[in-house]
Nanobody, 125 residues
C-alpha cells in the first residue's frame, strides 16, 4: 500500500497550489483521507479531511480553522486520488505536507494507518 503525494513547490503569497495524493495497493473509497503538515520545529498538524460516513450519502469534508475558506479537499475515487486545492497562500502555510489514510475520521495523526512521503510547500512573502 502506497500513498504518493505531489504538487508542492515555491509560490508567492496570495497564489495557489494543488496537491495530489495517489493511492495504490488498495481502494480507499471508504477511508478517511486527510492532509497534515509539519513546519520546521513544529508538530505535525491536521489540515483537512474527507470522509464517507455510513450515516451520510455524500463525502463530508473537515478543515483546520487556519485553512478554512482557503483550502478545499476533494477526491476522485476512480483515480484513487485525493486533492488539496490551496488558495490565498501565506508564508504561514509553508510546511511539508503529508497525505494519510485512516478507517475513520480523526484529526489525530496517531490514528492514521497509511502515510505518503510528503511534498514541500514554500510560500514567499
Amino acid at each position: 500500500v502506497q500513498l504518493q503525494a505531489s504538487g508542492g513547490g515555491l509560490v508567492q503569497a496570495g497564489k495557489s497550489l494543488r496537491l495530489s495524493c495517489a493511492a495504490s495497493g488498495r481502494t480507499f473509497s471508504r477511508y478517511c483521507m486527510s492532509w497534515f503538515r509539519q513546519a520546521p520545529g513544529k508538530k505535525r498538524e491536521f489540515v483537512a479531511a474527507i470522509y464517507w460516513s455510513d450515516g451520510l450519502t455524500y463525502y463530508a469534508d473537515f478543515y483546520a480553522d487556519s485553512v478554512k475558506g482557503r483550502f478545499t479537499i476533494s477526491r476522485d475515487n476512480a483515480k484513487n486520488t485525493v486533492y488539496l486545492q490551496m488558495n490565498s497562500l501565506s508564508p504561514e502555510d509553508t510546511a511539508l505536507y503529508y497525505c494519510a489514510a485512516a478507517k475513520y475520521y480523526t484529526r489525530s495523526s496517531a490514528q492514521y494507518d497509511y502515510w505518503g512521503q510528503g511534498t514541500q510547500v514554500t510560500v514567499s512573502s
